[in-house]
Antibody
């Protein structure tokens, strides 16, 4: 059974940092694309970042230079390091398996339950 | 960026009704389109990918069509459990982008 479990969310002041984790079971993160998607309270879905099997990454302009996606193959875990957080980064953050291949991302079939990040002074 | 415009933003329909949601891309995306269903407090669920391929385990009353810039999601006969928000997503170009969502309410 495939499971994705996020952790690391919480409340942080503007300008602060957080690292989200997504522990994966039933899949091998080094073989697949993994994505972070977020959803601000009462709003729609926003794609954040993706890492492919080769370790190449892509990110939304809104988080580029502030957020970094990475993975630890030995822990089968994907991370989202979030620096210089802003009020508008407040959201539920979901990790998901992207069905992409090569240099092509696609759509997500397995999702975690989400972790809430609140940026507030 | 590729803008995805969904319509309508809200639909209220009765059990058994046929419901159609449309999604328009600001540029051609071939068939690089997916549809998701999301219920309150839950993660999105993949329904359709590659514009018209039904994800495993999804009921056959859901179908997708379209190519290029115009796409539709159809629920052929609405069931009570189909309430929720529906989103389209393009995967042709980075950044990947979602539509604004359609809320489906059961009358």
């Amino acid at each position: 059974e495939v499971q994705l479990v996020e952790s690391g969310g919480g409340m942080v002041q503007p300008g602060g940092s957080l690292r989200l984790s997504c522990e994966v079971s039933g899949l091998t993160v080094s073989d697949i694309y993994m994505t972070w998607v977020r959803q601000a309270p009462g709003k729609g879905l926003e794609w954040v970042s993706v890492i492919n099997s080769a370790g190449r990454t892509w990110s939304a302009d809104s988080v580029k230079d502030r957020f970094t996606i990475s993975r630890d193959n030995s822990k089968n875990t994907v991370y989202l390091q979030m620096n210089n957080l802003r009020d508008e980064d407040t959201a539920v953050y979901y990790c998901a398996r992207d069905m992409g291949w090569g240099s092509t991302a696609s759509w997500c079939d397995y999702w975690g339950q989400g972790t809430l990040v609140t940026v507030s002074s | 960026d590729t803008q995805m415009t969904q319509s309508p933003s809200f639909v209220s329909a009765s059990v058994g009704d046929r419901v159609t949601i449309t999604c328009r891309a600001s540029q051609g995306i071939s068939n690089w389109l997916a549809w998701y269903q999301q219920k309150p407090g839950k993660a999105p669920k993949l329904l359709i990918y590659a514009a018209s391929t039904l994800q495993s385990g999804v009921p056959s009353r859901f179908s997708g069509s379209g190519f290029g810039t115009d796409f539709t999601l159809t629920i052929s006969s609405l069931k009570p459990e189909d309430f929720g928000n529906y989103y389209c997503q393009q995967a042709k170009y980075f950044p990947l982008t979602f539509g604004g969502g359609t809320k489906v309410e059961i009358k």
